[in-house]
C-alpha cells in the first residue's frame, strides 16, 4: 500500500494553511485521463478529427466517469454512507466501475451531440480506452487498499491494514457482516484476494485485443459491442470474490448475485444483442 505518494505537509500561503499531499489514488487517475488522452490524440489524427475533439471527449468522459463511479459507489454502500457521510463522500475510495462507464457514456454523448457526431464511429474509437483506464485507476485502488476481495487463505492473498477501510477482523465484522469470516479469530489481519491488481491485468488483455483490432472494424458498433461483452464477462466473474453484498438469491445461501453482476448480465446482453443485429444506423462523418 502506497496511499500517499508525497506528502508537502503544512502548507502557508497569503495568511491561509492547507495540507498539501500528492495521493496515489488521484495520481493513477491523472495517469489514466493521459495515457487515455495521448492514445485517443493518436486516433483522432488518424481518422482526420480535430485535437480539439479529442480534448472535449476525454474532459467529459472523464468527469461524467468520476461523477458517475462515485454515486454508484455511494449507493452500494449507503448503510455505511449513514454512519460517515463526510468520510464516504470525500474519501479517495469510490472508482466503480460500472457507475463510471454509464456517467462517462453520459458525458460523451452529450459532446456528440452537440457537434452533430456520429455515435457508433466514437463509441468504437473509445472502447479500448475506457478498458485502459478502468485498468489503470484499479492501481490507484490498490495503493489506497480499497476494493479488494474476499477472506482467502490462498498464495495470492494479501493483507490492507491501513486500507479503506483495514483488512481487520473488527473492520470486516463492522463493515461487512455478510461476510464469512469462518476460520479467522478476533484480532486477525486477514488476507484477501487483490482483485484491484487482478482485474488490471484483466482489463490490460482486453485492451490489447481491441486495440489491435480498431482497423480492421467491419460494422460500426462492433468493437464497442465487444468491449460491453467482455468488461461484463470480467466483472461478473469477478464479483464472485469481492466483498460486495447480493441482492437476488438464486440458491440462497449458497448462490447469489451483486448489483454489478445484474448490470454485467444486461452489458453482455445487449453486446450479444447488437453484435448479431447491427444497429441499421447510417452514420456519415460531417465535413469539418
Given amino acids: 500500500m502506497w496511499p500517499v505518494i508525497y506528502d508537502f505537509g503544512i502548507i502557508r500561503f497569503l495568511g491561509f494553511e492547507f495540507h498539501l499531499a500528492i495521493y496515489s489514488y488521484g495520481f493513477m487517475l491523472v495517469v489514466a485521463f493521459y495515457t487515455c488522452y495521448a492514445l485517443l490524440l493518436k486516433e483522432m489524427r488518424r481518422l482526420s478529427y480535430g485535437d480539439k475533439l479529442a480534448s472535449d471527449i476525454l474532459t467529459a468522459a472523464a468527469i461524467g466517469g468520476i461523477v458517475g463511479s462515485k454515486i454508484y459507489y455511494l449507493l452500494e454502500n449507503f448503510d455505511r454512507v449513514l454512519g460517515d457521510p463526510t468520510g464516504m463522500i470525500f474519501s479517495g475510495a469510490g472508482l466503480v466501475f460500472l457507475g463510471g462507464l454509464m456517467g462517462g457514456t453520459l458525458g460523451v454523448t452529450i459532446v456528440l451531440k452537440k457537434n452533430n457526431l456520429p455515435w457508433l464511429t466514437f463509441a468504437d474509437i473509445v472502447a ?161
Avoid: H
Avoid at 214 to 227: A, C, D, H, N, W
Fill in 128 to 288: 479500448p480506452l475506457l478498458i485502459l483506464g478502468y485498468a489503470i485507476g484499479r492501481v490507484g485502488c490498490f495503493l489506497v487498499g480499497d476494493d479488494y476481495g474476499l477472506p482467502t487463505k490462498f498464495l495470492i492473498g494479501m493483507t490492507f491494514e491501513n486500507g479503506a477501510p483495514p483488512t481487520t477482523y473488527g473492520s470486516f465484522t463492522y463493515n461487512y457482516p455478510w461476510v464469512d469470516l469462518s476460520g479467522w479469530n478476533s484480532g486477525d489481519v486477514i488476507t484477501v484476494f487483490p482483485t484491484q491488481i487482478m482485474e488490471t491485468i484483466i482489463g490490460l488483455g482486453i485492451f490489447y485485443f481491441l486495440w489491435n483490432k480498431r482497423e480492421t472494424i467491419q460494422v460500426k458498433g462492433s468493437l464497442f459491442f465487444t468491449y460491453l461483452i467482455f468488461a461484463g464477462i470480467e466483472r461478473f466473474c469477478m464479483e464472485f470474490i469481492r466483498i460486495n453484498p447480493k441482492y437476488i438469491w438464486i440458491f440462497q445461501p449458497a448462490f447469489g448475485l451483486s448489483g454489478a453482476q445484474l448490470i454485467s448480465i444486461i452489458m453482455i446482453g445487449v453486446g450479444t444483442y447488437f453484435l448479431v443485429k447491427p444497429p441499421q444506423v447510417s452514420e456519415t462523418k460531417p465535413v469539418n
